[in-house]
């Protein structure tokens, strides 16, 4: 009986981002005409759509918490003289209770904003910290 040996050579390559590495690349030259110039041109307009499109999610961000502010000071200072009002008409209770739950809501949403802000500063500087220890 003959013995039959067998050798299997795996490989696996693996990169990440958006281009390959430039030994793939030069190997896309060979197939097909300019290869690695449509793959980088491809790479490049897909940099560029992607900040385009944050750039209005910050934009709109922003917009929208300006926004948020202004509507939030006009709401406090409604609220503040209409309490203002109140006590002058006599029923000191109720407008105080108006002025100083007006103020409390307000002091509310910037304490939980501010939490809120925290939180995602924390998982962020985590995602950082774990990618870096890979």
Known sequence: MREVNAVARVEQH??????????VLAQYNEIVING????????????AHRESLEAEVVTGNVAAQKRGSIYAFIISMTVILC????????HSAYGLAAILADLAG???VF???RNVQR???????????ERRKR
């Not at 693996?14 to 030994?23: D, H």
């Not at 690695?36 to 940099?47: K, N, P, T």
């Not at 939180?119 to 910290?129: C, G, Q, T, V, W």
């Open 14 to 23: 693996y990169f990440a981002g958006p281009l390959p590495p430039p030994t």
């Open 36 to 47: 690695a110039d449509r793959i980088i041109a491809m790479a490049e307009r897909q940099s």
């Open 83 to 90: 309490g203002t009002f109140v006590i002058h008409e006599g």
């Open 106 to 108: 307000v002091a509310g």
């Open 111 to 113: 304490v939980y904003s």
């Open 119 to 129: 939180k995602e500063r924390d998982e962020k500087s985590d995602a950082l910290a």
